[in-house]
């Protein structure tokens, strides 16, 4: 059997603290057995060291590849800019945020999971190093231990994903949640989404109530804008799903009952404040940019 034909793409604005670690990753990584053939940041209008650090790599390896934007259009936008120009006869295609940094195996895992025809689509377990003990600290990590209890039932994939190159030409421009619209498209292809817990993809959640608040509410958006326009829905979009997980995680937990209801008080209101931005915010796929998440990962 021949081995998975992969390309990468990872969207980058001011990441100079986690894309060299993220690329060193990518680079080393075996997926299916063999090197990915080609690593490709796009940068959106970086004003940080970011382009640097991956034209020195690009020195040291062929196969990163820079593609430096003027202008921050949204991160389909970016994407879309490395699918006109992704190598043709590709297998899989990754796409990787580049605040991330996957766990040794975990992107072999994840395309390996591809190996099964039926599946179009696999995804990992972001995990959040966030430490501390601060309100916002402990909702990031109670919201990805429900992500990934919904995620186990009906997947929702996210931060790092794999998917068949043939599944997916363009996204739209103005979609906010790429990982929702490229799960949208794999899946009215008739083909399946994977999970795969074991996967681990460390993640830095923000550190303040006012990022926490506007980054839920530009993915709510998203997820809405997906439902109306496409007709699909995210597991995690389902309340039937998520109060379900959200009860069996924290009545057993004293210590997550206030970090829960504040998770969930949020969720509520930010939820709302994105029915509103429909009509209300001028280009809403052009994330407000969460600060605190640009400190690096801990090593």
């Not at 990441?15 to 680079?27: K, P, Q, S, Y």
């Not at 591809?114 to 909702?139: I, K």
């Not at 292809?189 to 530009?218: D, F, H, K």
């Amino acid at each position: 059997m021949s081995p998975l034909r992969t390309v990468a793409c990872v969207t980058a604005c001011n990441e100079e603290r986690t894309i060299g670690a993220l690329l060193d990753v990518l680079l080393a990584a075996r997926p299916d057995g063999v090197p990915i053939e080609e690593v490709v940041v796009v940068s959106s209008a970086c004003t940080d060291a970011t382009d640097d650090i991956v034209s020195r790599l690009a020195g040291r390896d062929p196969r990163v590849k820079l593609i430096a934007e003027p202008v921050r259009r949204g991160k389909a936008a970016a994407i879309n800019t490395f699918l006109q120009c992704r190598p043709a006869g590709t297998d899989v295609t990754l796409l990787s945020s580049a605040d991330v940094r996957p766990a040794p195996g975990a992107v072999e895992a994840i395309v390996e999971a591809l190996r099964d025809e039926g599946v179009g689509m696999a995804g990992g377990r972001p995990v959040p190093q966030n430490q501390g003990n601060a309100l916002v600290d402990r909702m990031a990590r109670l919201f990805w231990t429900l992500h990934h209890e919904v995620a186990l039932r009906s997947p929702k994939l996210g931060e790092l994903v794999a998917f068949r190159s043939a599944l997916v030409g363009t996204l739209a421009d103005r979609t906010v949640c790429d990982e929702a619209s490229l799960e949208a498209l794999v899946t009215a292809s008739g083909a399946a989404l994977r999970y795969v817990p074991g996967a681990v993809i460390g993640n830095l959640g923000p550190s303040t109530l006012a990022e926490w608040l506007s980054r839920r509410r530009s993915i709510a958006f998203g997820h809405q804008q997906l439902e109306r326009t496409g007709g699909y829905r995210v597991s995690t979009s389902e309340t039937g799903r998520v109060a379900p997980a959200l009860l069996r995680t924290i009545i057993p937990s004293p210590r997550l009952w206030v970090p829960g209801l504040a998770l969930g008080a949020c969720e509520v209101l930010s939820r709302a404040l994105a029915r509103l931005d429909r009509f209300r915010r001028g280009e809403p796929w052009v994330w407000e940019i969460a600060r605190s998440t640009k400190g690096g990962l801990p090593r």
